[in-house]
C-alpha cells in the first residue's frame, strides 16, 4: 500500500456528534471543509492533500480519523484498496450506533499503519487508512465491545475501562485514586477488581459488592490488600486528612457543570501534591460545549499536567472523557 495522501479524510464519531465534531474543526483553523455526512460518519476536504500526519489533530468528538481512500460498493472491493496493509480494523453503523466490529486481531503498536473499512450501507463502503499513536484507541472505531458485568452497581464501570483501554492507562496495587460522586460504585469496582484502592466522595449510599473491601478509618489501610473508604461528605468538605497519603489519581463523574468539577479538581491536587493522573468524566447539557474545551485544558495544565487530552468514548452519550497526565 503506497497511498499516503488523499484529499479527503474521514472520521468515525458517536451518531448525534456530527454537529460538534464539525464545530471542533472549524475551531482548528486549518481550512477543512464539509464534503459528506452520515450519521456517525464525516469526510472533510482542504485546500491540499492531507497526509498520515494531518490525523495527528486533537478531535474529542473523533473515535477514529482516517486518511481517506475512497468509497466501494463491496467490502471485498474496499479491502483491495488497502493493498499489504496486514492490520486492518471493520466498522459499520448498526442499530443506530457506529460499532467496531471485533475479531482475534492483534494489538497494534505504535507507529503501525492499519486499514480501516467502514459499512454505510450494503453497497456503500468506505477505506481508510492511520497510524497507531499514544492516546489513541486499538480497537476498531475506537469502540471497546467491553461488556458491563452483571456485578457492576453502575455503567460508571464501563466508562472507566473503556478509558483505560483507549488510553492504554496502567495502574498498580500502589495507586490510590481519590474520586468525587462515587456512589453506587461502578468506577470504584472496575478500580478495586484491579487490585488498585479507593478513596471514595459522596454523601449517597455505596452498593454492597464494593462495602464488601471497605475500611471504617482512613489509618486502617494497608498494602496488602486493595481497599476501599467512603469519604460520606459533600466533596467541598472533604479535607487533607480524609485523604491521608499517597493519592495517586484524581477521579470525578459528579452530575455537576465542568467548572465545578474543575473547580473541586484544583483543590484536591493542592490537598494532594502526589496526584499524577486525573480522569474526569465532563457531563455537559449541549455537545457543542466542546468549543469550551480549550479553557478546561489551561486549567489542567496550570495545575502541572502536561497531557492534556479530551475524548468522547463509545459509551458516551453528552459526557467526554477529560484527562490529565505527566504532572510537574
Not at 469526510?43 to 492533500?49: S, V, Y
Not at 473515535?63 to 467490502?75: D, I, T, Y
Request: glycine share 8%.
Amino acid at each position: 500500500m503506497k497511498q499516503t495522501e488523499s484529499d479527503y479524510i474521514f472520521v468515525l464519531t458517536n451518531p448525534g456528534s456530527e454537529k460538534a465534531l464539525k464545530l471542533e474543526a472549524e475551531n482548528l483553523k486549518f481550512g477543512w471543509r464539509l464534503s459528506y455526512q452520515r450519521r456517525g460518519f464525516v469526510t472533510f476536504k482542504a485546500d491540499k492533500p492531507f497526509s498520515l500526519k494531518s490525523l495527528a489533530v486533537d478531535l474529542g468528538c473523533a473515535r477514529r480519523l482516517c486518511l481517506s481512500l475512497g468509497k466501494s460498493q463491496s467490502r471485498e472491493e474496499a479491502i483491495q484498496k488497502l493493498g499489504d496493509i496486514k492490520l486492518i480494523h471493520h466498522a459499520r453503523f448498526s442499530d443506530r450506533k457506529m460499532q467496531g466490529i471485533r475479531g482475534e486481531g492483534e494489538i497494534p503498536e505504535i507507529g503501525q499503519i492499519i486499514g480501516t473499512v467502514v459499512e454505510l450501507g450494503p453497497e456503500e463502503f468506505w477505506t481508510g487508512i492511520h497510524c497507531h499513536a499514544l492516546l489513541l484507541s486499538p480497537d476498531p472505531a475506537g469502540d471497546s465491545g467491553i461488556e458491563m458485568p452483571a456485578t457492576s452497581p453502575s455503567r460508571a464501570w464501563l466508562k472507566l475501562e473503556e478509558a483505560t483501554r483507549f488510553f492504554d492507562l496502567k495502574f498498580t496495587s500502589k495507586d490510590i485514586v481519590v474520586e468525587l460522586g462515587c456512589a453506587p460504585g461502578g468506577v470504584v469496582l472496575a478500580l478495586l477488581e484491579r487490585g488498585v484502592s479507593v478513596i471514595g466522595v459522596d454523601p449517597a449510599k455505596m452498593a454492597p459488592v464494593v462495602m464488601e473491601f471497605a475500611i471504617t478509618e482512613r489509618d486502617q489501610a494497608t498494602d496488602k490488600c486493595p481497599w476501599f473508604f467512603h469519604s460520606r461528605k459533600p466533596a467541598a468538605l472533604t479535607s487533607k486528612r480524609d485523604l491521608g497519603h499517597g493519592v495517586t489519581w484524581f477521579m470525578s463523574d459528579m452530575n455537576q457543570s465542568p467548572e465545578v468539577v474543575l473547580k473541586e479538581c484544583a483543590r484536591f491536587c493542592k490537598m494532594a501534591p502526589s496526584i499524577r493522573g486525573v480522569l474526569i468524566t465532563l457531563k455537559l447539557t449541549d455537545l457543542l460545549q466542546v468549543a469550551e474545551k480549550s479553557q478546561w485544558y489551561a486549567v489542567l495544565t496550570a495545575m502541572g499536567f502536561q497531557t492534556v487530552r479530551l475524548q468522547q468514548l463509545s459509551v458516551h452519550h453528552k459526557e467526554f472523557a477529560l484527562l490529565g497526565l505527566n504532572r510537574k
